[in-house]
């Protein structure tokens, strides 16, 4: 994932993550080793406080040693909205309820104290971010508590929980970013079956891709805030030139991909997506297997699937493509495919809508010729594997009560938090699916992206999103798998039995 705006030029070699919970001690050795201040580390990166009751904002510089993020620049203006706000405004914060507000099924609001502590991801469109701070302040003023909010890059998240969870302290609300918060850590979370109940009751339901990634063995113990779908933003110009001859108005297949591609790559514009092990990579290839009937696990999630004719189908498609890309794609990192498309050589990329709007914000005249489609067809669905966040209450949190109340709030604010956004959060609850939706339902150039919700599955998909399926993007056995075959490096065979081995250690230390 990216910031939305031009990033500074990224670290070109990926790292591997430890696995999720397997290695947790070494997790929580190696944050404790980031936050010391051992001798000897060079690299340095920012950590946002923000105490939004006191309205002040703080810099700390955290030091590092696994993961690099990119960091986030200048916001670009925010656009009107079906719930009033002007384009180029930013939507004010809604209001707080009062503290005798008392939603069906989740009881009583108690009377609220203390300090809430928060952590979470910095956003992508950094006026997000200011929007929440705006309202989680306007929250913590009307019911008492002392709001702080502890943002970090995403790609830190994991290690950080891990480190939290294991010593039983740290925040009492956490916002994970597509790792599988709740599967991963359901012994440390609080149940909040009835928050979800609550909003399901609300507003319609909750999508299958919600449940399947708020629940655990039929209890809740996530609150899926929203998702974040992979989607095709290509260069109509070079598309329908000439030289090329698309003539479709939207992009619609991966074979139409594949057919075009070489012609792309002829016309001096290729195509361009990771094949290296970060998050937009491990979303971009199980789009491709879901949508031609691969999967890395059985529906019932018991039995590794990778060993199949479809499976070797899309490593044939995926070498194909890759004959028409740069080379350069082995070793992208998130933000690349981003930069890539803004440079005006690429010709089209797999991502959220993030890459579009930073286009939009700097270059208005190469923004008119892009054009962002819904998730790409194969033969047999057609599926985006989506990111999200969810949010969690550790159970050992000293301010639960607080922690619930500010999420049942929360919940209720969707509108106003997709506009903040610019369209990047997307609703995973029905009735904010309603059309118009905001930002997306008022653009006639991507109206067609609300009906997003019938395309998007979870990490895991036929399958549940379980501790086997989020081990395996962690520790990026399907990115290996395709880098494997497509540089050469190995066989199709043994490409395919490396993977099945993999998998199957991920399902045998985490049965399902």
């Known amino acids: 994932m990216r910031p939305c705006s031009l990033p500074l030029p990224p670290t070109r070699s990926p790292s591997r993550s430890p696995s999720l919970p397997a290695t947790v001690g070494l997790r929580i050795a190696e944050t404790l080793f980031r936050f010391a201040p051992a001798a000897g580390i060079d690299s340095r990166e920012h950590v946002r406080e923000v105490d939004v009751t ?29 719930v009033g706000q002007q384009a180029g405004s930013s939507p004010t914060p809604s209001s707080a309820p009062s503290g005798s507000a008392a939603p069906t099924g989740v009881g009583t609001r108690p009377k609220l104290s203390g300090n809430l502590n ?31 909010i502890d943002r970090i890059p995403q790609a830190d998240l ?33 149940d909040v079956t009835d928050i979800a109940n609550r909003a399901a009751d609300k507003y319609g339901g909750w999508i299958p891709a919600g449940e399947a990634i708020g629940k655990v063995q039929g209890k809740w113990y996530g609150f899926p805030d929203f998702l974040v779908p992979f989607l095709s933003s290509w260069r109509t110009d070079v598309w329908k030139s000439a030289a090329v001859g698309y003539t479709k108005d939207h992009l619609e297949t991966w074979q139409d991909l594949l057919d075009f591609a070489p012609k792309l790559k002829a016309a001096g514009n290729p195509v361009g997506c990771a094949v290296s092990q970060t998050s937009d990579a491990e979303h971009t290839w199980r789009s491709l297997m879901w949508s031609h009937g691969a999967a890395e696990f059985s529906a019932d ?27 350069s794609v082995l070793s992208w ?19 959220p809508i993030s890459a579009y709007r930073t286009i939009e914000a700097q270059n208005k005249d190469l923004a008119a010729k892009i054009n962002v489609d819904n998730p ?20 050992f949190s000293k301010n639960i009560d607080a922690a619930r109340w500010f999420l049942i709030d929360y919940s209720d604010d969707w509108p106003a938090q997709m506009v903040a956004s610019k369209g990047y ?14 930002v997306l339902g008022t653009d006639t150039k991507l109206t067609h992206l609300q009906d997003i919700a019938n395309f998007v599955q979870p990490v895991g998909y036929p399958g549940p999103s379980s501790q086997a399926a989020y081990d395996a993007l962690n520790n990026h056995h399907v990115t290996d798998m395709f880098a494997n075959y497509i540089t050469g490096k190995k066989s199709i065979d043994d490409t395919i039995a490396d993977a099945k081995k993999r998998l199957q250690d991920s399902l045998t230390k985490f049965p399902v």
């Open 158 to 190: 994991p290690a950080r929980f891990a480190a939290e969870a294991g010593s039983k302290s740290g925040h009492d609300l956490i916002a994970h970013f597509a790792n599988g918060l709740p599967a991963l850590f359901k012994d440390s979370l609080v």
């Open 54 to 82: 006191r309205d002040r904002t703080t810099d700390g510089i955290k030091r590092r040693t696994l993961l690099k993020g990119a960091v986030a620049a200048a916001a670009v203006p925010v656009l009107a909205s079906c």
């Open 301 to 327: 999630g018991k039995t590794v699937a990778i060993d199949s004719p479809e499976t070797r189908t899309v490593l044939n498609m995926a070498k194909t493509l890759y004959a028409s890309m740069e080379n």
């Open 376 to 395: 790409l067809k194969g033969t047999k669905a057609q599926i985006a594997s989506i990111q999200f966040t969810v949010y969690g209450i550790w159970n």
């Open 118 to 148: 928060i952590l979470q991801w910095s956003h992508f469109v950094p006026d997000f971010d200011t929007y929440l701070d705006g309202w989680a302040k306007k929250w913590g003023d009307t019911n008492g508590v002392t709001v702080k």
């Open 333 to 351: 990192a998130d933000v690349d495919n981003n930069t890539y498309l803004q440079s005006g050589k690429g010709s089209w990329i797999y991502n």
């Open 425 to 438: 959060n997307n609703p995973f609850l029905k009735g904010h699916q309603q059309k118009p939706m905001p």
